[in-house]
């Protein structure tokens, strides 16, 4: 593994189009305590996905510092996931393999400024 998501601010919950399959909302909806209506209501939005015109179920964003939004479950103090044991297979199967780009950028540029804090912007 040549990432660590532990000291990222979480690129990758900032992207717009995080699906949700019919088992990420049971594993949700067991985890939150939730009806399927309160959780589609409450947590998801259906969106045009990649200029397509279907519209699948995904996770509404909310406003971030960094990132202009940001997925609806992330904690913008301590930079992560709030829901990491019911997190959806997107999030699971992210980044598909063993290196990340993002990471490998945000690395070149906190060395780059001497800054472990930076947050590179894309
Ligand atoms: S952008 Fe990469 S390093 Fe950052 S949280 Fe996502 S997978 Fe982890
Ligand atoms: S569910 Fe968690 S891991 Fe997935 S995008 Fe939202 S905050 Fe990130």
Redesign the pocket.
């Known amino acids: 593994m040549t990432y660590d998501c532990t000291v990222c601010p ?1 690129f ?2 900032s ?1 717009d189009e ?1 699906l949700l399959t019919d088992v990420d909302v049971a594993r949700l909806r067991a985890h939150l305590g939730l009806s399927e209506d309160a959780l589609i209501t409450r947590h998801t939005k259906y969106g045009m996905f990649r200029g397509k015109a279907r519209h699948p179920l995904m ?1 509404k964003h909310k406003p971030d510092p960094h990132f202009r939004t ?5 904690d913008l103090e301590k930079r ?5 044991d019911a ?2 297979d ?2 699971r199967d992210y980044p598909h393999g063993d290196t990340c780009g993002y990471y490998q950028f945000l690395s070149f540029e906190r060395r780059l400024q001497g800054d472990d804090d930076h947050v590179a912007v894309t």
């Open positions: 979480g990758c919950c992207y995080i996770l940001i997925c609806t479950f992330f992560c996931c709030t829901i990491y997190r959806p997107a999030c």
